[in-house]
């Protein structure tokens, strides 16, 4: 059965990636949950969970400060 996220988990997660450009994060419709990793070849960060706000405090804990914050 494909699940989908809540809309408002969704943008959330698209609004804090704009800040942190060096993660990405996908929905894994198979098993119902977000999942992130570090856009590092050589990063074995990554981690997984159906709560949008778990995988964003991981980010926040685990960013190494490669940030590119937007200027508009």
């Known amino acids: 059965m494909t ?5 408002y ?7 804090f990636l704009d800040d942190h450009l060096s993660w990405s ?4 419709k198979k098993y119902g ?3 992130v ?3 590092d070849p050589d990063s074995d960060l990554y ?5 949008a706000d778990v995988v964003i405090r991981y980010i926040t804990v ?9 200027t508009s």
């Open 62 to 70: 685990h960013d190494r400060g490669k940030r590119c914050l937007r």
């Open 25 to 28: 994060a996908w929905w894994d």
């Open 3 to 7: 699940s989908l996220p809540a809309p």
């Open 47 to 51: 981690a997984e969970s159906r709560d």
């Open 9 to 15: 988990a969704a943008a959330r997660i698209a609004e």
């Open 33 to 35: 949950l977000w999942r």
């Open 37 to 39: 990793a570090e856009d």
